[in-house]
């Protein structure tokens, strides 16, 4: 009995640290496995969002007692408390249909940087737990989604815009990227917002 704790324990430390290790665009990619999996482990998704909280504040949950989605289910409710609208932040709806877990995510932020000639990236505020590029969100990019105007995904436009495909389970998400100039500017850039839904949500 003590052993099976023990093991639970070493388990969540060692995720935990790994969280920790991780940089934004990682945890990012890890969540998007994670909540796409055939049986979602929802454990490892909370203890990652935990890290994604900016100190002084800690993620806060509660129970979700409605859900704007037909057939889904309410479950839980994870967030950062804000008080003005610029306050980086994030919110994690987790629905349920069934046994199955369906997720939406959101993260508010200001991640801005430059490049040097060199394309070397320097962030304005370097220990900014948000800071990313849009360079190292695009490999989450599975299939860019098509417009009817063409437009979707153009180096011109400061959207990306796509579907996410977890390479083992086919499960899939809807997943933006917002940023404040075209994806394709090779000067800089800044990321404001990141969205992800399970695809079942979008439908």
Same mark, same amino acid.
């Given at each position: ?64 007692? /409605? ?11 994870? /967030? ?32 801005? /940087? ?25 490999? /989450? ?63």
């Amino acid at each position: 009995m003590y052993r099976v704790i023990f093991t639970i324990v070493t388990c969540f430390s060692a995720l935990l640290m790994s969280a920790q290790e991780m940089s934004f665009s990682q945890k990012i990619g890890q969540l998007m496995e994670l909540v796409t999996e055939e049986q979602v482990d929802n454990s490892q998704v909370r203890e990652i969002l935990k890290t994604l909280a900016i100190a002084p504040k800690e993620m806060k949950e509660g129970a979700m007692d /409605y859900s704007i989605y037909d057939n889904f289910e309410g479950d839980t409710l994870y /967030y950062i408390p804000y008080k003005t609208a610029e306050e980086s932040r994030f919110s994690v709806e987790k629905l349920r249909q069934g046994d199955k877990l369906f997720y939406t995510l959101q993260f508010l932020m200001q991640s801005t /940087y430059t490049k040097d000639k060199q394309g070397n990236v320097v962030f304005v505020d370097p220990t900014y737990l948000y800071n990313t590029t849009i360079e190292e969100l695009q490999p /989450y990019c599975t299939t860019p989604m098509k417009y009817k105007n063409g437009k979707g995904n153009s180096p011109k436009s400061p959207l990306l815009s796509c579907v996410y495909t977890n390479p083992k389970s086919k499960r899939k998400l809807m997943y933006w990227v917002v940023c404040e100039n075209k994806i394709g500017d090779t000067k800089g850039n800044t990321v404001k917002e990141i969205k992800i839904q399970s695809q079942e949500l979008w439908r």
